[in-house]
């Protein structure tokens, strides 16, 4: 099984700053790898799939990068709806699995 | 546009079988192009992939239940379900159906359910 380790758990940022999450891989899942946003009582929703590729609809100020085992999720300028927890997936190999999470929190 | 969503009893009694279903709308389950799955989250924590099942009826399962679990699909009611046996209060959670994109785009999720809250309690 391939484990998903993100960093930091929690991220406190003031809106209009820059957001960088990090997602780890156990073992190469080449670029087989996917960022979900997640709020309140709400599923999560697809962010950026491939490492790099923003989903329909997902502004430019999320972009995605990292192939191997090393991924990094970046918001450029955070707003206030960006506040919610981050997970990523690999879908590389079966199990599917996914991080622990980073939330990101207003400073 | 495509929906997906939960169905099934909101608490079970431990020991017993865990039974969700997720109906499809606005789209075939049928679809070559598309898997189909299940995915929890225990209140406060992380997400955890139970397992998916393929048009074909192929399923793929996470090892830590894979002795518990069985998914399964209908066709004729664009359905598809999940069976989790021997439940404990561990297996309280918040429970996703989704789809998987896998032909196109690999095994991601680009549409869940609400979800549902299944309690384990007796």
């Known amino acids: 099984e391939i484990v998903m380790t993100q960093s930091p758990a929690t991220l406190s940022v003031s809106p209009g700053e820059r957001a960088t999450l990090s997602c780890r891989a156990s073992q190469s899942v080449s670029s087989n790898l996917a960022w979900y946003q997640q709020k309140p009582g709400q599923a999560p929703s697809l962010l950026i799939y491939g490492a790099s590729t923003r989903a329909t609809g997902i502004p430019a100020r999320f972009s995605g990068s990292g192939s191997g085992t090393e991924f990094t999720l970046t918001i450029s300028s955070l707003q206030s709806e960006d506040f919610a927890v981050y997970y990523c997936?690999?879908?590389?190999?079966?199990?599917?699995?996914f991080g622990g999470g980073t939330k990101v929190e207003i400073k | 546009q495509l929906q997906v969503q939960e169905s099934g009893p909101g608490l079970v009694k431990p020991s017993e079988t865990l039974s969700l279903t997720c109906t499809v709308s606005g789209g075939s389950i049928s679809s070559s192009g598309y898997s189909w799955g299940w995915i929890r989250q225990p209140p406060g924590k992380g997400l955890e992939w139970i397992g998916s099942i393929y048009y074909s009826g192929t399923t793929y399962y996470n090892p830590s239940l894979k002795s518990r679990v069985t998914i399964s699909v209908d066709t004729s009611k664009n359905q598809f379900s999940l069976k989790l046996s021997s439940v404990t209060a561990a297996d309280t959670a918040v429970y996703y159906c989704?789809?998987?994109?896998?032909?196109?785009?690999?095994?991601?999720?680009?549409?869940w359910g609400q979800g549902t809250l299944v309690t384990v309690s007796s």
């Open positions: 997936q690999q879908y590389n190999n079966w199990p599917l699995t």
């Open positions: 989704a789809r998987h994109p896998w032909q196109q785009l690999g095994n991601l999720i680009d549409y």
